[in-house]
Structure formats: C-alpha cells, structure tokens
C-alpha cells in the first residue's frame, strides 16, 4: 500500500527503536487524545487526567538522563513530539513546558537538591511545572523584563508580573526568570509560596486544549537555595528555549500530516461534478504541495536531531528549522481546510483546529520574525534586533 505521507523512504533512515517509540506514541494518540480532542478544544480544557498515562510513557523530560527520567535520544523525542501534534498543540506544548522547559532548567541549571526534590515527581507527572520569562511588556525580548529579585538578609523576594505562562495554575512548582543585581537569574517557585498567583487567560482562538496564565508575584519571599545556581544572564532561559524550540522543528509536521492526510481522505470520498475531489488537477496539486513540504520537513527535523544527539547543533539551525517548519505546517493546515469546504469549520475535522493552534506555535518560543533576524545575523554578521 502507498504510504501517502513519507514519500521517499523516510522511515528507513530511522532505527527499530525509533520506529517502536513512535508507533507506541502515536497508539496513545489515537486511543486517548483523537476521540476526545473536539470536546477539550471546544471546551477549552486542559485534560490533566492523562498525564499520568504520558507520564507511564516516559514522555515527561523523556531527554533528560537520571532523576527518573526516561534518557532517550534528541530523535526520540522529536518522534514523540510530532505524534502528540498530530493530536494536538496543546498536548504537544504540554510536554514541551513540562519537559523541555521547566525540567530541563532544573536538570542544567539546578542544584543537586533541587533537581533531586522536583525532577522525578515531574517525570512521574506527580508535580507539574511551568516556566515564567515572558512579561506584558517583554515577549520577543525577554531582557527588557522588569521582574525583579532582590536581597533580604539571606532570602529572596520577587516581585513583578508574568504573562503567557504554560500551566501556571494547575503546576506545583515555577521556573521564574528575574532581574538581580547579578543580572537575569532562575529561581525555583513552588506556587503554594505566599504572594504567587496564577490566573488563567480567557477566549483564546488557539490552543484551547491547554492552559496559559498571567502569573503575580508579591513579594514572594524564597530561601537563598531557590536561586538556579548554574543559570547565569538570559543564557539561562535562551537554553531551555532552544530544547523546546528543538521539539517544535518535529512537533509541526504533525499538525502538517494530519491535516493533510484528513484532506486527503476527505478528497477520495466527497463527490463535487459527478468526480471525486481527488479527481481535479487543482486539488491535486494542493495535496501535492502539501506532501512536499511535509517531506522535506521531516528531513530537516531529522538532520537537526541527529545533529543533537551527536552534541553539535546550532541554535541557528534550530531557528532554520522553527522558521521553516512552522511556516509550512500552518500553510498546509490553511490549505487541507479549503479542500474540506465548509465542513472545515467545524470541530468534526482537524485542520482548522490545527491551523488555529499554530499560530501560538508560530508565536512562542521567538516569532518567524525573532529566527528570521537570528539567521540573518548569522549569515551577515549583523545583528538587525534594534
Ligand atoms: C499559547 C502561548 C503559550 C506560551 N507559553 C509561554 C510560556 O510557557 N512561558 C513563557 O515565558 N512565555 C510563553 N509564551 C509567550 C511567548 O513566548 C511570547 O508570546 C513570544 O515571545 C512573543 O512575545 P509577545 O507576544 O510579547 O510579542 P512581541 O514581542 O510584542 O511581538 C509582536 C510582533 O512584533 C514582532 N517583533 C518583535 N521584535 C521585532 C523586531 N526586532 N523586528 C521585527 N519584528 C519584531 C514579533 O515578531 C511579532 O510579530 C506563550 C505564548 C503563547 C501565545
């Protein structure tokens, strides 16, 4: 039979255990996540019942080594990341904020106490974290932030305010971001902490099945062992981003297949002129196009994991392949909902619902204009951000 999606042999550049990883990932998707995603997205609900089966999976920081973590490779993950997309964004996001954001602050930056009281509670997904950097007035350029930590006697107090923080109200412990005489430093917040509130944002287009929060912080006082010891300048944060910003290169091409894969299948069977939409040249060439991208893409995803796991990855590649990625996966989604009419609009089919989630996708973790200016200072040698 044709495999409609990988139309030059993709899967033999991949090993058995990758191929098991992603066939495990992608049942769980289709038993757990396709039969109730429309409920979710339309409710605009986070389904917190699941994690503990994502947990079992080891899908929580599955990158990271030790500390109950599940070890696997930069491939692995990216895999993982695009099956969970192919059912949702926000699941996806969900193990990006959990695992490639705030575990993976913990996991480089962290002290041995700390790592050892929060990371295997996360990976069990028995703790939930989040991960504060952006501000309502600093998004694509986080140094501008105005959170500030400062002294008092041994202890630290924050205060400021966050905005867009993935599953803020629903986490048990904060990776906050703050300005310190020392510069931007990292602190661990448990969010039962005095002064830290977390208010759930309302009437999103996109993403509904996951959970953003603006985030205050009051005068949080902390003990002096809150502070991420090995995190020092915007470094800190900008390395966490580019472990999540990674999984997005793979993420997409999920959306991106199932879309297209949904428009495909409705083309064959819905009859337009006496001929099925298949038929026509016009949607031909759509569905066409659509495969391409969705080819080269995965390419792209796997020379940069493979790049990863062999320690030598670029953050300019990593921008070439979110740039990239998101650009087409959010043109695919558009395009698989035209062939769908005006059945499209509605939740009973995917690609709107992914169309719509990937325009945060395309927002977070730096813009198309953020990787655009990042490759563009790489290839000139000038940086064009001011
Ligand atoms: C669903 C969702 C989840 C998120 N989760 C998190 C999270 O868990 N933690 C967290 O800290 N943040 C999170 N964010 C925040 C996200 O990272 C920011 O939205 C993003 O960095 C962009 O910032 P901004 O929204 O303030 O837009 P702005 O920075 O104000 O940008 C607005 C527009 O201006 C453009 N622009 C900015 N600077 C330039 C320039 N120099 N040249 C040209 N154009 C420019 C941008 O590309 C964009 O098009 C999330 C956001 C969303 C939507």
Known sequence: MTDTSDLIGIDSLLTASEIALRTGVRDFVDAEI???????YEAGEFPLEIVPAMARLGLLGMHLEGYGCAGRSAVDYG?????????DSGLRTFVSVQGSLAMSAIHKHGSEEQKNEWLPRMAAGDAIGCFG???PGAGSDPGSMTTVARRDGDDWVLTGTKRWIGLASVAQVAVI????????????????TPGFTATVIGQKLSMRASIQCEITLDNVRLPAAAMLPGARGLRGPFECLNEARYGIVWGVLGAARDSYLTALDYAQQRL??????????????KLVNM????????????????????GTLQPHQI???KLNNCREAIAICREARTILGGNGITLDYSPLRHANNLESVRTYEGTDEVHTLILGQHITGIPAFH
């Open 291 to 310: 495969a391409v991208e969705i080819n080269k893409g995965t390419l792209l995803a796997l020379q940069l994991g493979r790049l990863k796991d062999a």
């Open 319 to 321: 921008s070439l392949g």
């Open 133 to 135: 950097l952006t501000e």
């Open 177 to 192: 971001w703050a300005q310190t005489t020392g510069g931007v430093r990292g602190f661990v917040v448990p969010t039962d």
């Open 34 to 40: 396709r039969p109730n995603i429309a409920r979710w």
């Open 79 to 87: 895999l993982a990341a695009l099956e969970l997309e192919a059912g």
């Open 272 to 285: 337009q002129f006496g001929t099925p939409l298949a038929g026509y040249q016009l949607t031909q060439q």
